[in-house]
């Protein structure tokens, strides 16, 4: 059940702010074109989570309408909450690839995911008319497919074999290639390069094979809802004389962005009180370790943890915080499992995994986070709809599990 919280015309309130009463910790905000915005919930990507248009007459009405169904844009229009939004199954899944590359912390082949992510946007570019936002999107589109053509066409050249699900995945991806290159006049070498390497690849697709077995994840110690997935590993401290500890932190790749690196601030927590100390910032060492050295003052270093957050945003109470995690590992194994489940097919593939996290997570009562399942929920794949639809695994998770 949706709450409007703002509708167009109120006084210096212009904006609409459309969001599910239920709250979900697995959140993520998807910006199509500016001014307005979308929320998917990892938990529940068979619709949106909330809506926000900043500016209603500035908004392009066709993207509106692909987007919310031309009922609920009209009854915005008037002031009315809308019973239902429309599927809008193709902008749900661009959203869903968006908010996976920030949650999922797992070995992801970036050029695979971004790849998915251009044909992806192709696609829901396809539900407009044809005009100016519809050229911008595909233009978007072409960019980030070209400069994901290198590491698409040198993983299908590495690869000594395709399970069938990995195969299926990689021929959409290739289709969405072929597609792309439609939208050009004359050749592109950058997109004809993917269906080539596609063409000449000789591994044999096969019905079933063993995932390596990976152990489960560690509940982090980093914000998830500050600094994206696949940026920097677990937190550790190591004492550093008496009054001293210094925290280690390893870059998750080899090069992290420097518009993040330069943002990772850190702070110890009283593990009993919850007392923060004032936080300092990481510094990238040249071995692609971040490392600062932080006072004890007078606390006990079994009674600290140290917490990695955004510069730029409030660090959040613990409580919550360890919730997120908690929620970001779920996400990372269940997928983990499905896709394993997939590239096996064998269900007890999946259950073996989910044992696994079981015996890593607290005992909780009910739901395992906002919005999430109860752990039978997902011994009895009732959540399974998460990573159905547009919540369907991606290229890059299907690649990870292969390799």
């Known amino acids: ?177 072929v597609a792309l290159a439609q939208e050009v006049d004359g050749p592109d070498s950058a997109l004809s390069a993917v269906p080539h390497a596609w063409k000449r690849l000789k591994a044999p697709v096969v019905d079933r094979v063993r995932p390596a077995e990976t152990p489960v994840a560690s509940v982090g110690t980093v914000d998830p809802r500050q600094v994206r997935a696949r940026i920097v590993g677990d937190v550790r401290m190591v004492a550093s004389g008496r009054t001293s500890v210094r925290v280690v932190v390893p870059a998750f790749v080899p090069a992290p962005s420097p518009v993040v690196a330069d943002r990772l601030m850190v702070r110890l927590v009283d593990r009993r009180s919850g007392e923060a100390q004032e936080p300092a910032l990481l510094t990238l060492r040249s071995d692609g370790l971040f490392s600062e050295v932080l006072a004890l003052r007078g606390a006990a270093l079994e009674h600290l943890r140290a917490e990695v957050f955004d510069a730029d945003s409030e660090p959040v109470r613990s409580e919550d915080l360890f919730r997120v995690r908690r929620a970001q590992l779920v996400l990372c194994e269940w997928r983990r499992a499905v896709v394993e489940a997939r590239l096996t097919r064998n269900v007890r593939t999946r259950n073996r995994r989910l044992a696994r996290l079981f015996d890593t997570l607290a005992p909780v009562t009910g739901p395992l986070f906002h919005g999430g399942p109860t752990r039978t929920d997902l011994l009895n794949g009732a959540w399974s709809s998460s990573t159905a639809g547009a919540g369907a695994p991606l290229v890059a998770e299907l690649a990870a599990a292969h390799h």
Not at 19 to 36: I, K, N, Q
Not at 128 to 139: C, Q
Not at 143 to 156: E, K
């Open 1 to 177: 059940m949706f709450a409007l919280l703002t509708a167009p015309g109120e006084a210096g309130r212009a904006d609409v702010r459309l969001a599910r009463s239920t709250p979900a910790d697995l959140v993520r905000m998807f910006e199509p074109a500016p001014g307005v915005a979308v929320e998917i919930d990892l938990a529940d990507p068979s619709r949106w989570h909330g809506v926000e248009v900043r500016r209603w007459d500035a908004a392009d009405p066709a993207l509106l309408g692909a987007l919310l169904g031309r009922d609920a844009v009209r009854r915005l229009a008037l002031g009315e909450v809308p019973q239902e939004l429309a599927p809008a199954a193709a902008w749900r899944r661009l959203a869903v690839i968006d908010a996976l590359d920030w949650w999922l912390q797992l070995p992801l082949n970036q050029g695979l995911l971004d790849a998915e992510r251009a044909i992806a946007r192709a696609r829901a570019a396809a539900s407009l008319p044809a005009g100016l936002l519809r050229r911008t999107l595909v233009d978007r589109a072409l960019v980030q497919a070209r400069r994901s053509a290198d590491a698409v066409t040198a993983y299908l050249d590495g690869l000594d074999s395709l399970p069938r699900a990995l195969f299926s995945g990689m021929s959409r991806l290739v289709g969405g290639y």
